[in-house]
């Protein structure tokens, strides 16, 4: 399967040290399967760095390596109360088990407004996921360890022009 990461700098070589911590699955490198979805990934790195470039790193991986039994992996089929309070307890940086890869949706920045009424108690868990549920929900893989990464091969960057 071909995989996608937006940033505003090409990636060959994944570099786990360079990787934000608190984020969604933790801290890890983060793919797609949707080119256009990487694409605005891209756009909000821009933003946020206030940078010019948007580029998409584009690699091939055997999703049946997820399947292998090799590696400690997580799956989230959808926005569920479980995946919320990971979620939730990733941004927070709150220590959990260690996979190699986690799938499941994006929590992106406009999802995380609903997240974070969550976090404070405004609402609860089911209303979270009922408003989650209107929205697009994409899907990430996170590569989160280097022996997952050993699994990404890198085919080529593409810059795009938005």
Known sequence: ?????GSIVGVE??????CR???????AFYTTTNFEQAVDWAKIKRKRAQAENLVVSVFDFDEN???SGNYK??????ATHEWL??????RRGITQEQYDFVTGPVANDSLYATILLYE?????ANAAIERLKVQKLYNQIS???EKALENLKFKEIKKINR
Do not use: C, W
């Open 120 to 124: 404070q108690g405004a609402i609860t």
């Open 143 to 145: 590569f989160n360890t």
């Open 73 to 78: 992996v997580r799956f989230f089929e959808n």
């Open 85 to 90: 309070d990971f979620v939730v307890a990733n």
């Open 13 to 18: 070589v994944p570099d786990l040290q360079k």
């Open 65 to 67: 390596t997820l399947y």
């Open 21 to 27: 911590s608190a984020t969604d699955f933790g801290k």
């Open 1 to 5: 399967m071909k995989l996608y990461h």
